[in-house]
């Protein structure tokens, strides 16, 4: 999830053929019974590909009969096990949502679900609306005479739409996005984060990169806008777009980095409502903020402070004309999904076909659940629950959690590096970490929401504006540590540093990830990997800047955060030296955070899975001891397939390292060495010395 989410992009699956499988080394298998990733309860062992030495790629040993044999679905990015798992979660979602739709009492929350989405459907509807419906918005942007007017509509596109924290989510299209958390230096109150924004490509690379495969990149996205403005009638469509680019460049170049983004110590700057009159003048703050629902607010945490100062000095230097371009660009290119065919079809062009490779754009159906799950996503996941999480599951779940935190919490007594007081501090920290497991206890209260039927564009701005209302709600109000970042439904696990707690979503307590049916190490090497990995972000280079209440307070002593940071370096050259493409390698400190509790979790996994046996051998299933149960579970939990132009937006811009490489972390553990014989010189081999243990 996020910063310190597993993933990053939206996952989804695959079934595979069955085939015999010719055993000549490493763990010798036997031929599993089933065939299909997504039904079997054990090792897919006709997933495996036995030619390959476990020692030379371990993730193409643990799944290359899987890639040969899979494809990624024409209407995705990627494909892979959390690909898989998401695609049931979505189809059991959209059964439950079709049936709201048809049956659910006048004034439920089911029945706003069920109007959301059959509205969403009606693309008969939509079509002959036409443009009617953005129109509101395009009148007012064109109705835009001084900075004053131009700083209400520029506050009044903020959304809640960031979160620099749980969801590695620093950036926004609007200008600036708003995000309400617990202050990190005064944890007893919320405060109002402003991150960057108003970039229509992902982020400044884009917009700054010289290499010619951004270059057409950009060429496309004028090209893009063009037609939108086309579309709507908006006067001059090709120069109008071209100005739009060159404003948004000249944004993208007051942009932070993206490692910069994901520097806490960078980031925690306090601006009085005062300071952003002084500096960063060019916007009507007060109008800017009025307009954002914010005037009350006396501070604010600036996370990128050369963004508001590009962005006052841009609407100083800039045209309005401009502006008003730029606003009718952005209100039409966040509408497109609901407005008619060719709309959809200008914007799946450029931000699914260019941007992640996408041949083709998913069934409607798809995107309705979708934009279900974006509108009222905690009615949504509260349906999903009640069907498809049972308490026992949900029990079994925590019992897990319980198991790894009491296994982290021995080895931390046992590490030899790390001073008494440091240790204390940890174990103080990891006692009162806040675990929520399944669904949250409190559900989002959707009253405020009204949903109409027949007003695609309206519900999805409307259920934009209840989800921002309802942060700004909280400023003022205690920290409620119970909050979740997320919804029940989505196939990811989440650590929420400053909250100092973990969400563990009900969609990823499904197999392959857990499964009652199977193996219990199985579960270990899987969720039990996952669940170590979002306690170790509690404490890794991040985790170490925020004390048990989450005030940003660097607990550790300076020798220890020293030895830390001295194997993380070594971290760093281990991931830099992946290269998925001859131009591309790895970014080892982008992505440092990740790696560190993706070797972590493991860790504990494993330590956790050796306590709950007691001294005993796992039993060997499918010719597979305990520990090759462990170490496959693992890496067949990271198969995936990802197009290029997805692979390599992802490398610029996630904190997480390409699936690929996660599956191979089992190189820095010792036990892997005895599980699967390695031999020096084989590729993935590390002299003793050179595997990296964190914790
Ligand atoms: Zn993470």
Redesign the pocket.
Known sequence: ??????YKTDPRVLAIAAALVTVTCGAKPERATTANASTSHGVDVEGMDIHIKPGDDFYRYANGTWLARSEIPADRATWGTGAMVAELTNKRVAELIQNAAEHAAAGSDARKVGDFYSTYMDDAAIEAKGIAPLAPTLDRIAAISDTTALGRELGGSLRADVDALNN?NFETPNIFGVWIAQDLTDPAKYSAFLLQGGLGMPNREYYLDASPRMAEIRAKYETYLATLFKLAKHPGAADAAKRVVALEERIAKSHGSREDSADVLKSNNHWSRADFDHRAPGLDWTAFFDAAGLGGQSTFVVWQPTAPVGVAAAVKAVPIATWKDYLAARAIDRAAPTLPKAFVDAHFDFHSRTLAGTPALRERWKRAVDATNDGLGNAVGRMYIEKYFPPAEKERAATLVRRLIAAFDRRLDGLEWMKPETKQKAKAKLAVLKIGVGYPDAWIDYSALSVVKGDAVGNAERAALFAYRRQLAKLGKRVDRGEWVSDPQVVD???LPAMNAMNFPAAILQPPYFDRDRPEVMDYGAIGAIIG??I??SFDDQGALFDADGKLSNWWTKEDFEHFKEQSARLVAQYNAYKPFPDLAVNGKLTL??NI??VAGLAIAYDAYRLSLNGREAPTVQSLSGDQQFFLSFAQMWRSKIREAALRRRVLTD??SPPEYRGDTVRNLNPWYSAFSPQPGDKLFLAAADRVSVW
């Open positions: 999830m996020a910063r310190t989410r597993l590695t696990a989440y650590n990995h979002e170790s972000h955070s990740e509790a993706d904190g997480h």
